[in-house]
Structures are given as structure tokens and as C-alpha cells.
């Protein structure tokens, strides 16, 4: 048994030595391209970029998150918003932002609600019809971006001829124990497997945060509304894409997620739903996931063996501390300035991986997420409970 313990341990530290070399050699840069002083004519080879926002409620620091889009270095995009309705309390944020950029044109739509749809596709869908944009760029509300964010992901464009071009995520900003959680898990389980799949195997995990989409491909598909069945609409998207013959790929842009305010309560309901859909898009991947869980498996050999392995289970929790640390401090600039965050994490990280065991056994007893206001039960590849299918609905209005 211990040999076995020894075995699996093994193979989940190479593992996590990898998401943390990887995350270490491909790191956020401040700017991603430097300052480009471009000719007229290089300018021309830049095509119009439409910037899609799905907007849903206020997220932290909403009104930065959204000037970062609007002081873009790129000669030509617009920016559309798509809301619920009018009383959503971002409309005035959104206004009273865009009234400072008039140069950049800017629009906001009142979509609806769609309750037997994925309620993102349903935006963007909307927003896809209104758009002139020759790219389309999701991103979501509590994304922020540098300057050079947009050129950079074009120039992959422009270089490959990608039709999809995702960005690893980088979380931060924390100001609570939660949001460093969250950030962190971001920062090192979300864009470390991201990073990793992609250099090691070619495997493009996309993630919504931030999507550089080719219109043209996407009609293909006859647009996003082939995907507003199903809840994990980035997934499939980069998943679609690549099995169609479509290049999908990333230069290592990175867009950054904004959580300052989350609760134990937020962190452990967010990650549960994604837990829940990558069970459902690929469960032999998701059972895997425990290997990366390593400091809950050693603890499990000490209670398995009575009290044997105390010394391997410290050991574990000192390299995996180390190894979270060492991707904190190359990737989260902006909250390695806060001592109070060094000085929370060697707690924060054996806590995370716990709650992280107890979010892995969700699935096996639920398959309803929550989702933006609601409660939506899925099925394979995400797919979306409808009536229809003779199958109890499954979204409740918050």
C-alpha cells in the first residue's frame, strides 16, 4: 500500500512540477507586444474587431474592467454589450464609461432572458447579428486587459490564421481569504492545465474568459446559437472548431479575472459548477483530476495506515505550498504587493485543496449548476435539460 501511495504521488508531483514550470515559463508579461509606433499601412492589415460582453449584474471593479477595453491600442474595433434588461444596475456603469471614449463606438442591447438556453450564448448570439467586426472577442464582464492585449491576440491571427484564439487566465486582485483562493486555483489549476495540455499534448482547453473567434468560421456553424444547448459553450467551441479543420491556438496572451469580494460560499458554488461540467464533458479526465489533489491523498494514506504516513503528508503540504508559491509569485504581480496575502497562503492552500475534494464529490451526487441566477441540470457534454425532452426543466428564477 505504501508503494502504491508512493506510485500515485509520484506521478501527481511530476505533474504539478510541470502546470508549475509551464506557468513559470509562459508568465503574464506587462505588455505583451511593447509600444508599437505602426505605419499607416500596417495599420490597414489590422481587420476590424467586434468585442462582445455578455453583462449579467455588477462584478468587482466593473468600471475598470471595462476602460481597460476601451483604451485598446488597435485602429478599429467596437464594443457591444448585451444585458437581461434595462434595470441591470451595469447599464449606467457601462454608460457612464463608454460617454468618455465617444471615438469608440459602443453599444448596449437589452437580449432577454432565454430560460432553455445557455444564457451567455443567447448574448452573444444577440450581439453576433448586430456586430461588423471580421473577428469576434468574448470576453466576459470581470475581465480586464492591457493595452496591447487585442494586437497581440490578432497577430496570432495574422501569423497562423487561427480561428480560435484562446488566453490563459490570470486571477487576481484579492482582498478576501476566498478571492485568494479563487485566484490562485485560476492562476494554477485553471491556466497551469490550460498551458500545460496545450504544450504538452496539442490539447486546446479554451475558456470563455477570452475568445478571438473568426466570423467567417463561425457561420459555419450557422454562429454561436449552434452552442445554446449546451452550458459549456467554450469547451465545445475550441472542441468544434478543432475536429471541423479549424486552427485553434494560443500565444500566451493573458487576460486577467477580477475577483476582490468572493465568499467561501461564492468559491465553493463557482467551482462546483465547473466541476460538475467538466464531469460531464469528460469523465475519465475528470476522475484523473484527483491526481492533482495531492495534499488529499497523502492525508488519505494517513488515514488509511493509522497514523503512518503524518511524515509524507507534511512533506506533500510543504511541496505543494512551495509549488503554488512559486506560480503566485510568477504570475500574480498585482497581489504579490500585499504582504497579508504571503502571509495567508501556507493556510490558504492546504484549505483550498480541501474544499477542492469536497467540490470533486459534487457531481457524483448532482447534475444541476448554478448559473447565472438559476439552477440549470445538464447532461453529457453539457447538454442542457429542455421540456421538450420529456425531461423536468430545470432553471428556477433567483
Same mark, same amino acid.
Given at each position: ?5 508512493i506510485?500515485?504521488?509520484? =506521478?501527481?508531483g ?6 508549475t $514550470? ?34 449579467r ?10 476602460e ?6 488597435y ?11 434595462w434595470?441591470?444596475k ?9 460617454e /468618455? ?9 437589452a437580449?432577454?432572458?432565454?430560460s ?5 450564448v443567447h448574448k452573444l448570439?444577440?450581439l453576433?447579428k ?12 470581470n475581465?480586464?486587459?492591457e ?11 495574422l ?6 484564439? +484562446? ?10 481569504f476566498?478571492?485568494l483562493?479563487?485566484?490562485?486555483s ?7 492545465n490550460?498551458?500545460?495540455l ?18 467567417l ?9 449552434y $452552442? ?17 479543420? +479549424? ?5 500566451f ?6 475577483s ?20 460531464? #464533458? ?9 491526481l ?18 503524518? /511524515?509524507?503528508f #507534511? ?5 505543494? =505550498? ?13 497581489d ?8 495567508? +497562503? ?9 474544499? +477542492?475534494?469536497?467540490?470533486?464529490l459534487?457531481? $457524483? $451526487? ?20 429542455h ?5 423536468k ?6
Open positions: 500500500m505504501k508503494i502504491a501511495f506510485i500515485i504521488l509520484s =506521478i501527481s511530476v505533474y504539478l512540477f510541470i502546470m $514550470f509551464m506557468t513559470i515559463i509562459h508568465r503574464p508579461r506587462r505588455s505583451y507586444g511593447g509600444s508599437r509606433k505602426s505605419s499607416s499601412r500596417a495599420e490597414l492589415l489590422y481587420p476590424p474587431v467586434s468585442i462582445l460582453k455578455p453583462i449584474g455588477v462584478e468587482d471593479d466593473l468600471e475598470a474592467n471595462l481597460s477595453f476601451y483604451r485598446l491600442d485602429p478599429v474595433y467596437e464594443i457591444l454589450f448585451a444585458i437581461d434588461d434595470k441591470d451595469a447599464v449606467e456603469i457601462i454608460k457612464r464609461v463608454s /468618455n471614449y465617444p471615438r469608440i463606438r459602443t453599444s448596449i442591447m437580449a432577454g432572458h432565454h432553455t438556453e445557455n444564457p451567455k448570439d444577440f453576433e448586430q456586430s461588423y467586426g471580421r473577428l469576434l472577442w468574448v470576453a466576459d464582464a475581465v480586464r486587459v493595452a496591447d492585449t487585442l494586437r497581440s491576440l490578432v497577430d496570432e491571427y501569423k497562423n490564421g487561427s480561428s480560435v484564439i +484562446f488566453s490563459p487566465i490570470m486571477g487576481t486582485c484579492s482582498r478576501t476566498a478571492s483562493m479563487e485566484n490562485t485560476l492562476n494554477f489549476f485553471t491556466s497551469g490550460v498551458i500545460s496545450w504544450k504538452l499534448f496539442s490539447i486546446p482547453v479554451v475558456v470563455g474568459k477570452s475568445m478571438l473567434i473568426d466570423r468560421a463561425l457561420k459555419t456553424f450557422g454562429g454561436f446559437k $452552442f445554446k444547448d449546451y452550458l459549456a459553450e467554450d469547451y465545445l467551441i475550441g472542441k468544434s472548431f478543432q475536429e471541423s479543420g +479549424f486552427r485553434v491556438s494560443t500565444n496572451t493573458w487576460v486577467s479575472n477580477i476582490q469580494r468572493a465568499s467561501l460560499k461564492s468559491f465553493f458554488k463557482r467551482m462546483a459548477r465547473w466541476a460538475r461540467l467538466r464531469y460531464q #464533458l469528460n469523465r475519465p479526465a475528470y476522475l484523473s483530476e484527483i492533482l489533489n495531492p495534499l488529499v491523498l497523502s492525508l488519505s494514506a494517513v488515514v488509511v495506515s493509522g497514523g503512518r504516513f503524518w /511524515n509524507l #507534511l512533506l506533500v503540504a510543504a511541496v505543494k =505550498i512551495l509549488l503554488e508559491y512559486l506560480n503566485f509569485l510568477a504570475v500574480n504581480a498585482r504579490r504587493g500585499r504582504l497579508v496575502n504571503h502571509l495567508l +497562503f501556507p493556510l490558504m492552500v492546504p484549505v483550498k485543496d480541501v474544499i +477542492f475534494f469536497a467540490v470533486y459534487t457531481p $457524483f $451526487f448532482s447534475t444541476s449548476v448554478e448559473w447565472r441566477g438559476g439552477r440549470i441540470r445538464v447532461g453529457k457534454n453539457s447538454l442542457i435539460y421540456p421538450s425532452r420529456h425531461d426543466l430545470v432553471y428556477e428564477e433567483a
